[in-house]
């Protein structure tokens, strides 16, 4: 099988210019939904679109709320799709949420979302991945720098460039507390890693990402010639960023938590093959291989609002 992203090699490979469009809607489609001309533009060039205060903080709570009961099922708990802080033993991460919750699956298909990922995707989608993300006060752990298109294509057999995350703030994200941090156009180079995937890689990268971190040198011109930038904002606020947008997160060093629920976008034509890796495929709740279908827009229903 020919790989177009050579990475993880055992040795050093020089970044190159990606080989995908960005934005993969094309002539008439390119301006068939909500996203602007110059909201596109910006996508194309910066790798990532920032809305603040995208859904109301209302909006939000049923969401913040529906964690805290997941949070009290032992059993899910215990299960692998359950990453708990080593250092702290609280919850890190929560992966499929759209499996485990109806009102997290229906999110998934607001059509002010889907709109917008059919449009920089060019066509139908699914969910190749949904979590959600916590940083406890004073112990959430960061994250260190990376590609998801690199990990996906490695570790899942993801073929292209064509998907896209989308990040919903569950709570405040602001300079104290541990916000994404992304590197405005380091979407338009493949970065390849060096370090070989061991077995299982996932056990240990959930939790602290060794494998799959871009080289100091590469990471240092790419922020160089766009700096980084750390979207903050109030609860309900949105990040949709590209798949091979570099970014990483600090530590939560402040008494406030920081809870963003992540949903992973991937076209329906872009499905996934044997990993590039040479490992087995990780977990179905990692990366979705069966039962794929286009999601449908759905509006979320009025029992998702809070009374008066």
Same mark, same amino acid.
């Given at each position: 099988?020919? %790989?177009?992203?050579?990475?993880?090699?055992?040795?050093?490979?020089?970044?190159?210019?990606?080989?995908?469009?960005?934005?993969?809607?094309?002539?008439?489609?390119?301006?068939?939904?909500?996203?602007?001309?110059?909201?596109?533009?910006?996508?194309?060039?910066?790798?990532?679109?920032?809305? %603040?205060?995208?859904?109301?903080? +209302?909006?939000?709570?049923? #969401?913040?709320?529906?964690?805290?009961?997941?949070?009290?099922?032992?059993?899910?708990?215990?299960?692998?799709?359950?990453?708990?802080?080593? =250092?702290?033993?609280?919850?890190?991460?929560?992966?499929?949420?759209?499996?485990? /919750?109806?009102? #997290?699956?229906?999110?998934?298909?607001?059509?002010?979302?889907?709109?917008?990922? &059919?449009?920089?995707?060019?066509?139908?989608?699914?969910?190749?991945?949904?979590?959600?993300?916590?940083?406890?006060?004073?112990?959430?752990?960061? #994250?260190?720098?990376?590609? =998801?298109?690199?990990?996906?294509?490695?570790?899942?057999?993801?073929?292209?460039?064509?998907?896209?995350?989308?990040?919903?703030?569950?709570?405040?994200?602001?300079?104290?507390?541990?916000?994404?941090?992304?590197?405005?156009? @380091?979407?338009?180079? $493949?970065?390849?890693?060096?370090?070989?995937?061991?077995? %299982?890689?996932?056990? +240990?990268?959930?939790? @602290?990402?060794?494998?799959?971190?871009?080289?100091?040198? =590469?990471?240092? &011109?790419?922020?160089?010639?766009?700096?980084?930038?750390?979207?903050?904002?109030?609860?309900? /606020?949105?990040?949709? $960023?590209?798949?091979?947008?570099?970014?990483? /997160?600090?530590?939560?060093?402040?008494?406030?938590?920081?809870?963003?629920?992540?949903?992973?976008?991937? /076209?329906?034509?872009?499905?996934?093959?044997?990993?590039?890796?040479?490992?087995?495929?990780?977990?179905?709740?990692?990366?979705? &291989?069966?039962?794929?279908?286009?999601?449908?827009? &759905?509006?979320?229903?009025?029992?998702?609002?809070?009374?008066?």
């Amino acid at each position: 099988m020919h %790989d177009q992203f050579p990475t993880r090699r055992g040795e050093r490979l020089d970044m190159f210019p990606r080989l995908d469009p960005v934005v993969h809607s094309r002539y008439k489609q390119r301006w068939d939904g909500p996203l602007s001309e110059e909201s596109l533009s910006r996508y194309e060039r910066d790798g990532y679109l920032w809305f %603040d205060g995208f859904f109301s903080q +209302e909006r939000m709570a049923p #969401f913040f709320d529906e964690l805290r009961e997941i949070a009290e099922d032992r059993e899910l708990m215990e299960s692998d799709q359950v990453i708990i802080n080593p =250092d702290s033993g609280e919850l890190r991460s929560v992966f499929s949420m759209h499996t485990l /919750s109806d009102r #997290f699956s229906k999110l998934t298909q607001d059509p002010r979302i889907l709109g917008m990922v &059919r449009q920089l995707l060019g066509g139908d989608v699914y969910i190749h991945q949904s979590r959600i993300n916590d940083k406890f006060g004073f112990q959430g752990r960061g #994250f260190d720098w990376h590609s =998801d298109f690199e990990t996906w294509h490695s570790e899942d057999g993801m073929p292209r460039m064509r998907a896209v995350s989308a990040s919903l703030m569950l709570t405040d994200n602001n300079e104290f507390n541990g916000p994404l941090m992304l590197i405005p156009g @380091s979407h338009q180079y $493949f970065v390849p890693c060096t370090d070989l995937t061991p077995k %299982d890689n996932w056990r +240990e990268s959930l939790q @602290s990402q060794s494998v799959g971190v871009p080289d100091k040198i =590469d990471l240092r &011109r790419l922020a160089d010639n766009g700096n980084i930038q750390a979207p903050k904002g109030p609860p309900g /606020s949105l990040l949709l $960023f590209e798949c091979n947008t570099l970014h990483a /997160s600090n530590s939560n060093m402040s008494p406030w938590p920081r809870s963003n629920l992540f949903f992973v976008y991937n /076209s329906i034509d872009n499905p996934l093959s044997a990993p590039y890796c040479g490992q087995p495929p990780r977990p179905e709740f990692l990366a979705t &291989r069966s039962h794929i279908a286009p999601l449908d827009m &759905r509006e979320l229903p009025l029992y998702d609002l809070p009374k008066a």
